[in-house]
Structures are given as C-alpha cells and as structure tokens.
T-cell receptor, first 113, second 111 residues
Framework: GDSVTQMEGPVTLSEEAFLTINCTYTATGYPSLFWYVQYPGEGLQLLLKATKADDKGSNKGFEATYRKETTSFHLEKGSVQVSDSAVYFCALSPQAAGNKLTFGGGTRVLVKP | DTAVSQTPKYLVTQMGNDKSIKCEQNLGHDTMYWYKQDSKKFLKIMFSYNNKELIINETVPNRFSPKSPDKAHLNLHINSLELGDSAVYFC??????????FGPGTRLTVL
C-alpha cells in the first residue's frame, strides 16, 4: 500500500539556520504530494503542494520539489524563524483514490532564538 | 469566521461511556473526513463522506460510527470507550484532492 516516510524529530535549530526535512514515499502511479504544518494547539494547515513530477511547491519561504526518480519531496527553508516551530507532515494523495491523504509520521521542529 | 469547527475541544470521560464529537464546515465543501492523531503525532484517516455518502472507511472498530446529517456536518459517535481511544481527533473538509482544511481538533482522554 501507499506510505510516506519522513525523518524523525525533533529537529532543533537556531534562528536563521537552514532547515531540511526529508520525505520519501511509496505509491503507484503519480500521486500528488503535500506538506502540512501543525502549530502548537492547532489543526493542520496546507503549507505547499506539488501535483506532478518536477513541480516545485513553495510558500512562506519553504520549498519542496517533486522528485519522481528518487520518490522524494524534501522540505527546505533557507532561514528559519522562531515562528516556524511546529510539526511538519509530508503527505500524498494517490492518483486514483481521490481525496484520500496518507501522512508521514510528522517531524517536530524547534527553532531557538 | 471559523471554516471547520469541532466541539468539544476537550473531552474527558470514563471507560465504557458513549460520546460524540461534532464537526461543521462553512466552506461549502462536498467532502468531509475524520482523522485520529495518536500521542506520537501519527495521523491516520478513519472515515470520509462525500455529499452525505460514506466513501472511505478504514479499518476502524465498529464502536466508531460517523453520521452526516447534511454535507456541512459530520459527527463521530464512539461507543464503549476504551483507553486506547485516547487521542486527538481531527475533522477536515475539501472540495478537491488538492487541499483539505482541518478543524482545531478534539482531545479525547479516556480514564
């Protein structure tokens, strides 16, 4: 079945550091890929998405590129802020399964001033 | 205006009780979902409804029963609560596969 694997956290960084969270997936066909973010005490929010190979999703300084050859969708940000402290989830929606999302286990990021 | 709302936000109850969680969305979306997030933050879909019709029903104990009185509401009823049901339950809605909008979550604690 479909699955998403992302690096375990917590990831602790200083402000203005570079952030990378690895995400790889297993799925048939061409799924859509997503990064969701969950701030403390809140529900998940869509951060960015990519629907086909080589697409780059970007939002709020975060970027991720859909790499079909490595089945990866790594999240990056060049200079993190304290307000980026959250749990980040990589997810996929299978090509033929409509709205169903399969999530990775989440990566907690803590940015210290 | 809250897009996806859930009540209650916190729910503490004893084993064996029956409880319900309500969800409402004012986005006009056709599809709604219930997810369970465990203590390790692992998030898994439980159910999905499209226009009041059940379309996703993952391997969930039949003590859990979703009900959708109209496409703006999806409630979750849980019978005979067990310790392992303690989790945060999220409701979500979407109009397309591209983005799901999540509610703030209901933290259920079973004692």
């Amino acid at each position: 079945g479909d699955s998403v694997t992302q690096m375990e956290g917590p990831v602790t960084l200083s402000e203005e550091a570079f952030l990378t969270i690895n995400c790889t997936y297993t799925a048939t066909g061409y799924p859509s890929l997503f990064w969701y973010v969950q701030y403390p005490g809140e529900g998940l929010q869509l951060l960015l998405k990519a629907t086909k190979a080589d697409d780059k999703g970007s939002n709020k300084g975060f970027e991720a590129t859909y790499r079909k050859e490595t089945t990866s969708f790594h999240l990056e940000k060049g200079s993190v802020q304290v307000s980026d402290s959250a749990v980040y989830f990589c997810a996929l929606s299978p090509q033929a399964a409509g709205n169903k999302l399969t999530f990775g286990g989440g990566t907690r990021v803590l940015v210290k001033p | 205006d809250t897009a996806v709302s859930q009540t209650p936000k916190y729910l503490v109850t004893q084993m064996g009780n029956d409880k319900s969680i309500k969800c409402e969305q004012n986005l006009g979306h056709d599809t709604m979902y219930w997810y369970k997030q465990d203590s390790k933050k692992f998030l898994k879909i439980m159910f999905s409804y499209n226009n009041k019709e059940l379309i996703i029903n993952e391997t969930v104990p039949n003590r859990f029963s979703p009900k959708s009185p109209d496409k703006a509401h999806l409630n979750l009823h849980i019978n005979s609560l067990e310790l392992g049901d303690s989790a945060v339950y999220f409701c979500a809605s979407s109009q397309s596969p591209i983005e799901q909008f999540f509610g703030p979550g209901t933290r259920l604690t079973v004692l």
